[in-house]
């Protein structure tokens, strides 16, 4: 007996020497209502080193963590509409975990009941439904993040008729910041129109921000006063009236400005239905893509073309604090819709199937755009030369070099100008890119479509293969002069695939 007793005051002055404060969930608080993202903050000095958390939700378990440290408190964020949990009574748990002699130990756990309100406490019923529109405040300015992700993928048709699947690459993370003034406001027969002025934004905090435009594949140093304001007119349903880009002209008496650029921003509004609506309406969406042609920019006053593709107001909910409308649109074209669109960015290829999904969550009295999710996938059939034949494409200032693919080595570097070298027994089609020369004005488009024709990143691909990094962000355009190298031998169909998500959100 007295082993026994002895056996269980060591576990509880183990227990104690690793607790070293109280484990327990300060907030949310107990009874409370909660919504969107629910930060549970647990004392970071009741939790011992090398300690971790388990997390469940109404008894089922999500993930095992280190949650990060804010202030006094380890705070593990819970996304409630991302894990799609349904409104009301929740119970959060945390059970404090410590790996010790080869096992997980329980050395705690706490919880709390909360009710979970993303959308019950908005009346998403109406008599005449919703009439979705922008409001426009002249003297008021957005300032919106867009984040973008990539990955490309690239298979043989024999692999795929096979049944393999392509391994994905990861492309590098792109951050934009950009700027929507309201400038004037106007009635008309139809409603109401506004004049918004749209620009590309420094980094939080600095006069410059680093962007990769298309063309390029590295980032550099653009100016505040290089970006240049695009104004447009729209309608309070967000359709284009007209488009201007001004000229800039500099001070008489200056000199020229030989390392100028002028960087325009166009990122098309949302286009909202015509008609009220109520929650679970469809009806015939546009989806805007930009196109902008700073060559005819004197004669041109419309940048925007929508397609045509389908929505539905899904629901209502809250983001971002604010009741939204939330509107999902859908996009998919085919082979035989895509017949005129098999030159990618000078890549000759076969188009064949391109598939948009956006869901936007619109303030509905606000009348603003509070957050976008984009996500969009394309395939194209191209023609890659195969292992060991390949010659190089573009040949920069001093000589390009074709990149070895599985079990080869590195072709040798070709003369100044000329393509690259081939790649060696097992190497792959290469060939590097000489970068744009001289002054050119360059743009963002913006648009996922936009960015699908205007992107450097399938060139790239075919000529270094697949572990290049994506040619920009969304959004961005620009001049490229590009060499010619030697053409490969006997190429082989494959199958490209892109697949990119963009999410935009109001600064706060």
Not at 56 to 65: M, P, S
Not at 403 to 423: C, I, L, N, Q, V
Request: hydrophobic share 35%.
């Amino acid at each position: 007996m007295k082993r026994l007793m002895a056996a269980a005051l060591a576990t509880v002055l183990v227990a104690g020497a690793f607790a070293q404060g109280t484990f327990t969930i300060r907030r949310p608080a107990d009874g409370s209502k909660v919504r969107e993202v629910v930060n549970v903050r647990i004392p970071k000095n009741s939790i011992p080193e090398g300690g971790y958390l388990g997390i469940l939700v109404n008894g089922k378990f999500l993930e095992a963590v280190v949650p990060d440290v804010e202030g006094d408190d380890y705070v593990y964020k819970l996304d409630t509409k991302k894990r799609r949990l349904a409104d009301g009574p929740l119970t959060i748990e945390a059970v404090l975990y410590l790996y010790r002699e080869g096992a997980p130990m329980v050395l705690n756990r706490s919880s709390v009941n909360v009710t979970l309100d993303n959308s019950t406490s908005i009346n998403a019923s109406r008599p005449d439904g919703f009439r979705l529109r922008y409001k426009f405040t002249p003297g008021r300015e957005y300032i919106y993040n867009r984040n973008q992700r990539s990955t490309i993928a690239l298979i043989s048709q024999a692999q795929a008729q096979l049944g393999s699947r392509a391994a994905e690459i990861e492309l590098d993370e792109e951050n934009v910041r950009y700027l929507i003034a309201h400038e004037n406001v106007y009635k008309t027969a139809s409603g109401t129109e506004g004049l918004i002025r749209m620009q590309a934004l420094p980094e939080k905090g600095k006069d410059s921000a680093m962007l990769v435009v298309s063309g390029e594949t590295t980032a550099k140093k653009y100016m505040d006063y290089e970006m240049h304001p695009i104004f447009m007119r729209v309608t309070d349903t967000g359709r284009e009236v007209f488009t201007s880009l001004p000229i800039y002209f500099p001070m008489e008496g200056t000199s020229g400005e030989g390392a100028r650029y002028d960087l325009f921003a166009l990122f098309p509004m949302a286009v909202l239905p015509a008609k009220n609506v109520e929650v679970g309406d469809k009806w015939q969406a546009a989806i805007p893509q930009g196109d902008l042609d700073l060559v005819n920019r004197d004669i041109r006053d419309k940048y925007i073309t929508n397609l045509p593709g389908s929505a539905i107001l899904e629901g209502v909910e809250w983001e971002q604090g604010v009741p939204c409308a939330k509107i999902r649109s859908s996009l998919a074209l085919g082979a035989r819709d895509l017949k005129n669109f098999g030159n990618f960015n000078g890549v000759e290829g076969e188009a064949q199937n391109v598939k948009l999904e956006s869901v936007q969550w619109f303030a509905i009295d606000r009348g603003i755009l509070i957050k976008e999710d984009v996500r969009f996938t394309f395939e194209v059939l191209v023609e890659v030369a195969p292992q060991g034949a390949g010659g190089g494409n573009g040949g920069g200032p001093t000589g390009g070099e074709s990149a070895g693919g599985a079990g080869g080595r590195r072709g040798p570097a070709g003369a100044a100008g000329a393509g690259g070298g081939g790649g060696e027994p097992g190497g792959d089609v290469g060939g590097r890119v000489n970068k744009p020369g001289g002054v050119s004005p360059l743009s963002f488009v913006g648009s996922p479509l936009g960015d699908l024709m205007n992107q450097t990143t399938l060139r790239r691909l075919l000529q270094e293969g697949v572990g290049s990094g994506v040619g920009g962000p969304s959004g961005f355009g620009g001049g490229d002069g590009r060499g010619n190298g030697s053409a490969g031998s006997v190429p082989v169909k494959m199958i490209l695939r892109q697949t990119s998500s963009y999410t935009t959100t109001l600064e706060k």
